[in-house]
């Protein structure tokens, strides 16, 4: 799977997962939801994302590449 869309995934997972935790057990967990609209905000404007940086520490290539 390409480096993007598994960020996309993690990040909707991620954000659901507030979601449901939010209703479920506590409102503190939409500080998740805030946290990782902001990643993905500045991500778009400084083209710097942590989880890119784990990824490709992890093998997973970018998009570009070659299967």
Known sequence: MKMERIIRLFAG???????????????????????????????????FCPLEIILRKLGVGKAGDCC
Request: charged content about 5%; cysteine-free; aromatic content about 14%.
């Open 13 to 47: 997972i991620m954000i659901l997962g507030s979601l449901v935790l939010s209703r479920l057990h506590s409102v503190n967990w939409l500080w998740l939801v805030a946290f990782v609209g902001f990643n993905l905000f500045q991500s778009s404007l400084t083209n």
